[in-house]
């Protein structure tokens, strides 16, 4: 099934809501709003921008009240917009595209533009959260967009660089039992290289703005001198911070003369696909690493599903591929000409024992979970070598893995023992998987469009974890059909509800969101 990309402009937006048009019945109890954010706008006067994460951002938001569902979009105004638009083309390079040259600058006021660190893209076109009372739009450079969550438009600029020492962050904050948000960030500037676990508490003061108490709970550097691994999204327990030091990398040498050399982000890095991945384990409490290398064979992550403790390990879920070729598939053109995304992310359960030390056997699974096929394996240079849980019977037999992608769960689960957790991959089809049963359940979209991001909304009387439905944004393939917001029941993902947004409406492509019950 190939990816369908409804660019919007100027003209398509809708900036005043639609009303959808529902089949079956909204649950009485779900008001609120879902509000998603992606590559919306693929064409800036004559730049084309060719890869997914290339896409200018747009909002959509559907608001759900009282059994009615409206929908409503807007491309965010960000600078990079704004700038580009103006100039007739794009002016800030973004993953796989190179802004062009400015023709009405002499030469020497192009070079001298080469060395200026604030034309950098503010492009936050991957995710949307709330922190506090603000929205905020993000993406994995050292700007968030605060908007106003009426009107989609941004209200300020938050640059982190200005108030702590990261120069870009993932767009995947979590947040914990108590309110505080905490995010990875990397710094890359210092004379050694680090991955930075950053953290900002709730704040009573009406009058903060809700990065101001923002803090270094720990960091850890990286093990190459010249090159730092890229992360789209990190893992947090109860007590312990998770950061994948995979083998997909920037290139600081490359990215230190990109704009001299015209490249694009993507071009700005390296692949060390011979070397095995590193889990690097931070205490909560106090930001310090856990002294034991745990390792495992090469494999590609964006996603972490939930990572939580049981029993002296720390068992840490994930959205797994064989390697980080994924990312040179995710050009537009190839999206929209395959059948299939050429590459499959699974389930990964990894099992990291926490009690070793220099009497731990070597040669011997460290794994003492009932019913695991994970295993943990210390060595004889005293690192801990691991294998993951597919949650088949079979660990080698590919065909049994479960298919897993931007995953979701309750949300009140963050960080603790979870039953459940949801995904897709952009097809037609969202995906349940039961941890504890080792099954799934897959509803498979009836038209066969491309199903994006489900959102679990837990029902106000929950007696279960997954009591609650599903939001599952639905793109349709074919351009003359609606697209429409699918409402499934999570216990049993049955369908309870469709929304259809009027044909005539462009509904942009979205990769991630939240919903809000105010």
């Known amino acids: 099934m190939a990816v369908h990309f409804r660019s919007l402009t100027l003209d398509n937006e809708t900036k005043s809501p639609v009303e959808t048009s529902v089949t079956g019945t909204v649950p009485s109890w779900l008001n609120g709003s879902l509000y998603r954010n992606g590559a919306g706008v693929f064409q800036v006067g004559e730049t084309k921008l060719t890869h997914l994460f290339d896409g200018l951002a747009a909002i959509s938001r559907y608001d759900i009240k009282d059994g009615r569902v409206l929908y409503k979009n807007r491309i965010l105004r960000s600078k990079t917009w704004n700038d580009s638009v103006k100039a007739n083309r794009l002016v800030y390079s973004q993953f796989g595209k190179v802004a062009l040259p400015d023709p009405c600058k002499s030469i020497f006021s192009r070079f001298f533009s080469y060395f200026k660190m604030d034309e950098f893209t503010d492009n936050t076109s991957v995710n949307v959260v709330k922190h506090g009372d603000a929205f905020f739009t993000m993406t994995e450079v050292d700007r968030v967009l605060q908007i ?21 962050a993932t767009a995947h904050p979590l947040k914990d039992q108590n309110g505080t948000i905490y995010n990875l960030g990397s710094n890359f500037r210092n004379k050694q290289m680090a991955h930075n676990i950053i953290a900002s508490e709730p704040n009573d003061d009406k009058d903060a703005k809700p990065f101001d108490n923002l803090r270094i709970v720990g960091s850890v550097p990286s093990r190459w001198k010249s090159h730092y691994a890229y992360s789209h999204s990190f893992g947090m327990s109860e007590n312990y911070f998770i950061i994948l030091e995979q083998n997909l990398c920037f290139n600081l040498f490359k990215a230190a003369f990109a704009k001299i050399l015209g490249y694009a982000f993507v071009e700005c890095m390296s692949v060390f696909d011979k070397e095995e991945v590193m889990f690097n384990v931070l205490q909560k409490k106090n930001g310090e690493r856990l002294k034991i290398a745990y390792r495992a064979e090469n494999v590609f992550c964006f996603h972490f599903i939930n990572s939580f403790e049981e029993k002296g390990h720390l068992v840490v879920d994930l959205c797994g591929y064989n390697d980080s070729a994924v990312v040179q598939r995710l050009y537009v053109k190839s999206l929209e000409k395959s059948t299939e995304i050429d590459a499959t992310a699974f389930f990964m359960r990894y099992v990291l024992p926490l009690d070793v030390n220099e009497e ?39 065909s049994s893995r479960i298919v897993f992608e931007l995953p979701i769960i309750n949300p009140t689960l963050v960080g603790q023992p979870y039953r459940y957790g949801y995904g897709t991959l952009l097809r037609d089809t969202v995906t349940k998987i039961d941890t504890v049963k080792r099954t799934k359940i897959i509803y498979k979209d009836p038209k066969g469009n491309s199903l994006g991001e489900p959102v679990f909304v837990a029902a106000p009387d929950a007696k279960e974890e997954d009591d609650g439905v599903l939001l599952v944004p639905v793109i349709s393939i074919d351009i003359n059909s609606p697209c429409y917001l699918t409402i499934l029941n999570a216990s049993t993902m049955e369908v309870i509800a469709t929304c259809e947004v009027p044909t005539s409406t462009a509904i942009p492509t979205s990769f991630h969101g939240f919903f809000d019950p105010s």
Do not use: M, Q
């Open 360 to 398: 731990t056997p070597v040669g011997t699974n460290l794994v003492t979970l009932e019913g695991s096929k994970a295993t943990a394996t210390k060595r004889a240079d005293g690192s801990i070598f691991l294998t993951c849980d597919y949650l088949n019977d079979d660990p080698s037999d590919v």
């Open 148 to 168: 106003d969550p009426d009107s989609l438009d941004p209200v300020d600029t938050v640059k982190l660089t200005n108030l702590i020492a990261v120069h870009s």
